[in-house]
């Protein structure tokens, strides 16, 4: 079993809707979580962090973590066209001196005008 | 106007011949680190670097070397013993540790002729 499993995608929606997207994972030993958005031949940019489980909303963007059940997701709201693109989960946990991040492999999401 | 740099934006390498990937940032950041994004595999962390002159193997480290001589850069090189390396390359950068938030650079496209 993989560390972080992704939706595999891809996704299209038409404008408007609520987007949900999810990652779940095996290691309890996760610690903080992140969703990155990705466009077409450009570098991820980061859209939501977290450290614990709950809510936590910004504008249109909800990032929610379950660390009992082992998921994230990330909900959109009022998609819009511009938000095409691939959308990445992230988990760290720190290990002695070193930490590093787990990425899943991204869906990527189309919203249709 | 702070960030970080790749140059250049696509690299074309012929057969054996070591070719290297530039990264630099001025965000003051400790840490950096390379990740190549092949399609439908996510990112994979290939060497990251947490304080100057010392740096760690990632997920696969095999066929590529790193060198941190300065804070502000970390160049990749990808040597002939890649048989694979055409990917998507990704430099990234954080504060102190991959605990913190990791910024992108807007990637090296690499091309076998």
């Known amino acids: 079993q993989k560390e972080v499993e992704q939706d595999p995608g891809p996704l299209s929606v038409p404008e408007g809707a609520i987007v949900s997207l999810n990652c779940t994972y095996s290691n309890s030993a996760f610690q903080y979580f992140m969703w990155y958005r990705q466009y077409s031949r450009k570098g991820p940019e980061l859209l939501m962090y977290t450290y614990s489980s709950g809510n936590k909303e910004d504008g249109r963007f909800t990032a929610q973590v379950d660390k009992s059940s082992k998921y994230i997701s990330l909900f959109i709201r009022v998609s819009q066209p511009s938000d095409s693109a691939t959308y990445l989960c992230a988990m760290g946990r720190v290990t002695g001196a070193n930490s590093k991040l787990t990425f899943g492999k991204g869906i990527t999401l189309s919203v249709r005008p | ?113």
């Not at chain 2, 740099?5 to 001025?26: A, D, H, I």
């Not at chain 2, 160049?75 to 938030?101: D, G, I």
Request: proline content about 4%; hydrophobic content about 30%; glycine content about 8%.
């Open chain 2, 1 to 113: 106007d702070g960030g970080i740099t790749q140059s250049p934006k696509y690299l074309f390498r012929k057969e054996g011949q070591n070719v290297t990937l530039s990264c630099e940032q001025n965000l003051n950041h400790d840490a950096m680190y390379w990740y190549r994004q092949d399609p439908g595999q996510g990112l994979r962390l290939i060497y990251y670097s947490q304080i100057v002159n010392d740096f760690q193997k990632g997920d696969i480290a095999e066929g590529y070397s790193v060198s941190r001589e300065k804070k502000e850069s970390f160049p990749l090189t990808v040597t002939s013993a890649q048989k694979n390396p055409t990917a998507f390359y990704l430099c990234a950068s954080s504060f102190r540790t991959a605990q913190e938030t990791q910024y992108f650079g807007p990637g090296t496209r690499l091309l076998v002729l």
